[in-house]
């Protein structure tokens, strides 16, 4: 049986207590995981405060915190392969998703290296003739990173890369689900040569360890990826230190085509935006909305396409489709699918799991046309489950798109140009792809609307977001100052 610490102060540890990680794919238990209660969370926060002051760190220049992002960017591409296996075994996402992007994770923080040297302050037209006033930038101080199992490294990278380019300092806590890729990040992480502290690795469970760590007085920043009832506590636990928070939730994606797309192009992407990671991702094109002249045909395509897909353990290189990450995301899709199909939805493929070892649920078509109101076109599902519904008019498209409480991702498919800019402007979400899907860069703002959140991550304000400003005064004039009852 495999163990991990956790990873405070430079030092690694076991925790208070500790937990079992069962290998989605088998149910069996693999790892056993340190547990951060309270005691842990306290000793982890004390550590990045220390870290924040010590001089080591907040005296280095912001090249030099550019240059050790670099080597922790240059460390992660030559572990990419351990942490893929070690993330494909404890979520159950597939390696061929698991080894793509984990390379990939390495050019995020090399983006976050260059933005470190490139955070600047502002001198300001000031209109007082005998002053000089100038804006400094400064880091914003001990960030609490919180994130979900599905693609942690990713989305840890999102936090970490940018606070520390801005010389934060970060406690992280990794998911209770499969934290074995971000515990095993941390002993990577201890060989690029930041001063201790500077990065904090927990993981725990959500009433004893998030709770905790985000009502936290010594915590400046919240930045959580997560469901929208748990963003609600973080807000609320934050406010007791009235700490600054970024939210990313999820969403409810709409993927539009309209007859005049490419067909096969557009099927394509939709089984990329719904089926890729087992449907457990944020911007999973969720919600087809499609025009009733193409619908039949291309619900026939995507049919043939989806049940092709081939499922199977997450190790192996050939499979598309792998478990689902915990028995909850599959029991929440059963009940999902049973109370829409009550509702009138009619189920196209798929939609029951799958009777073998392991939380398997097959890729799912449900045509809601008969059933506008089914729970499917407006839960999150994080399974592999489209829902879909047709529209007439390009309004009716608009308007069935926006008919969510969510925003983040959307995609249009269209080969019309006016049009496409129509959409662009109506659609409510903080992301919209044109003829593509899935589409992810550290180039890039992420982030959405409503339930699914506010701020962004990735993008040049990236690094700004984990700063904030001081404003210097300084008088050039040598004489007195004349009125001690006048403010100027
Ligand atoms: O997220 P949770 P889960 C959606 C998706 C999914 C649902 C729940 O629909 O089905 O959220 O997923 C920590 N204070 N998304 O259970 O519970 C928890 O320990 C502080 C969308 O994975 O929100 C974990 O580390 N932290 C989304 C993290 O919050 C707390 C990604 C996320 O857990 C806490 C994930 C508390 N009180 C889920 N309670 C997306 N954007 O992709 C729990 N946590």
Aim: charged residues 20%; negative net charge; aromatic residues 8%.
């Amino acid at each position: 049986m495999q163990q991990f610490q956790q990873y405070i102060g430079g030092t690694f540890s076991d925790g208070s207590a500790r937990f079992e990680s069962r290998d989605p794919a088998t149910g069996q238990v693999w790892a056993m995981m340190p547990e951060a209660r309270a005691k842990d969370v306290e000793h982890a926060v004390a550590a990045a405060r220390a870290a924040f002051h010590v001089a080591e760190w907040s005296g280095m220049t912001a090249s030099g915190r550019g240059k050790l992002l670099i080597r922790l960017a240059d460390l992660i591409a030559e572990n990419a392969q351990t942490l893929a296996q070690l993330e494909t075994r404890d979520t159950g996402k597939i390696i061929r998703e698991t080894s793509a992007q984990i390379a990939y994770v390495a050019d995020y923080y090399r983006y976050y290296a260059g933005l470190a040297d490139k955070i600047e302050g502002a001198h300001l037209p000031i209109d007082k003739p005998d002053m000089e006033v100038w804006l400094r930038r400064e880091p914003i101080g001990v960030v609490a990173a919180i994130v979900p199992w599905n693609s942690q490294l990713f989305l840890s990278a999102v936090k970490i890369g940018p606070a520390l380019a801005a010389g934060c300092t970060v406690v992280l806590k990794a998911s209770e689900d499969g934290p074995a890729p971000m515990l095993e990040f941390a002993r990577i992480f201890d060989q690029a040569g930041f001063p201790a502290g500077v990065l904090n690795v927990i993981t725990g469970f959500g009433a004893t360890c998030g709770a905790v760590l985000t009502s936290h007085p010594q915590v400046d920043h919240v930045a959580f990826t997560g469901g929208p009832e748990t963003a609600r506590q973080v807000v609320r636990n934050s406010a007791e230190n009235l700490a600054s928070t970024s939210l990313e939730l999820g969403g409810k994606s709409p993927f539009i085509v309209f007859e005049d797309a490419d067909i096969e192009s557009a099927v394509n992407a939709q089984v990329s935006g719904i089926f890729a990671a087992s449907g457990q991702s944020c911007v999973a094109g969720s919600r087809l909305i499609i025009s009733n002249t193409i619908k039949d045909a291309f619900l026939a395509r995507l049919k043939e396409k989806a049940e092709a897909i081939v499922i199977g353990l997450p190790d192996d290189m050939a499979t598309e489709v792998g478990p689902l990450c915990t028995t909850g995301q599959r029991d929440n899709a059963v009940k999902l699918i049973e109370k829409s199909v009550a509702a009138g939805a009619r189920i196209i493929t798929g939609g029951r799991a799958l009777d073998r070892e392991g939380i398997f649920f097959p890729p799912t078509i449900i045509d809601c046309s008969d059933a506008p109101n089914a729970p499917c076109l407006t839960n999150e599902f994080f399974g592999p489950v489209l829902s879909v519904l047709g529209f007439d008019t390009e309004q009716e498209a608009l308007d069935i798109a926006n008919d969510t409480a969510f925003g983040l991702a959307s995609g249009v498919f269209t080969r019309d140009l006016a049009r496409a800019h129509r959409m662009i402007r109506g659609i409510r979400a903080g992301i919209v792809w044109v003829n593509t899907y899935r589409a992810v860069s550290p180039i890039v703002p992420f982030g959405g609307h409503g339930l699914s959140g506010h701020g962004r991550e990735g993008g040049l304000r990236a690094a700004l977001d984990y700063t904030k400003t001081k404003a210097v005064w300084l008088r050039t004039s040598d004489d007195p100052i004349p009125d001690p009852f006048i403010m100027r």
